[in-house]
């Protein structure tokens, strides 16, 4: 069965990874799907590649800088004008940093913060009230593991994983009466770019702390957000759902 036959979706940081799963798995469920990448090149990359997979798929790209409220605003009112709706916001650009208190540059902490916390502001705030026009929305927010553990270095990282929360718990109050559900899906350690380059001895110490034995996929990540987005999870809204292995960091 299609959950999101109809439904139109705007996906940051859809170009690889989680985000990349989630586009597609929206795609197979029936929705139309709009990545942003962070270049032209990774945005066309991504579209090639969803196509690929079924030549069918409604899927655009384009690479807005999400750091840039009116670029953000732009791309967002552009979409809705050209679908007529945005039916499902998903804040998924991030990057992480694990420097040292001692070393940390504090323009490495601002940038961290203005990717991971200010866009997921910026675009939340220019799909509010179009939602709110089309009777009703859904936005569901990365955040992470660590927004509940913290990390031993790199604390801009958890701090903006913590802030997110904050966000998807007072904006889920804040739009609960427009009907637009606010919730967050909090990955533990997940096959992608961003742990690629960890040593094999490593991956396989993270694998001893995750009760479920084995590090997580970003299919098992978009399934969270599929059903977050869906109806069936038409009266969750404020959640921070840990799809972890019970990873207890
Ligand atoms: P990834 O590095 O594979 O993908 C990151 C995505 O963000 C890419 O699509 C990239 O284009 C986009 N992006 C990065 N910098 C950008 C910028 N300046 N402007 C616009 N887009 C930008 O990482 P991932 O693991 O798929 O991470 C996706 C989300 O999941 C992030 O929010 C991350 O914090 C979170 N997360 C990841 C893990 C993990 O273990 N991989 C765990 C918990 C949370």
Not at 80 to 89: F, T, V, W
């Amino acid at each position: 069965m299609e959950l999101l036959k109809g439904k139109v979706a705007f996906i940051t940081g859809g170009t690889r990874g989680i985000g990349f799963a989630i586009a597609k798995t929206y795609l197979e469920n029936g929705a139309t799907v709009v990545v942003c990448g962070s270049r032209k090149e990774s945005a066309e990359k991504a579209v090639n590649e969803l196509k690929k997979i079924n030549k069918k798929f409604n899927i655009e790209g384009i690479y807005p800088d999400l750091t840039n409220y009116a670029e953000v605003e732009k791309a967002i009112n552009d979409v809705a004008k050209k679908y007529k709706k945005i039916d499902i916001l998903v804040n998924n650009a991030g990057v992480s940093a694990r420097e040292s208190i001692y070393s940390y540059d504090p323009k490495e902490f601002d940038s961290v913060m203005a990717l991971n916390v200010n866009a997921v502001f910026y675009a939340s705030k220019a799909v509010a009230p179009i939602m709110k026009a089309n009777g009703g929305g859904v936005i569901i927010n990365t955040s992470s593991m660590v927004s509940i553990y913290g990390q031993p270095a790199g604390c801009a990282y958890p701090t903006s994983k913590f802030a997110v929360n904050g966000m998807t718990k007072s904006l889920a109050r804040e739009l609960a009466p427009d009907k637009i559900r606010v919730n967050a899906v909090a990955p533990g350690v997940t096959d992608t770019d961003m742990v690629a380059n960890l040593p094999e001895a490593m991956r396989e110490g993270i694998k001893k702390t995750i009760p479920l034995g084995r590090i997580g996929t970003p299919d098992d990540v978009a399934n969270a957000f599929l059903y977050l987005a869906s109806d069936n999870a038409s009266y969750v809204t404020g959640e921070i759902l840990s799809v972890d292995g019970c990873a207890r960091a």
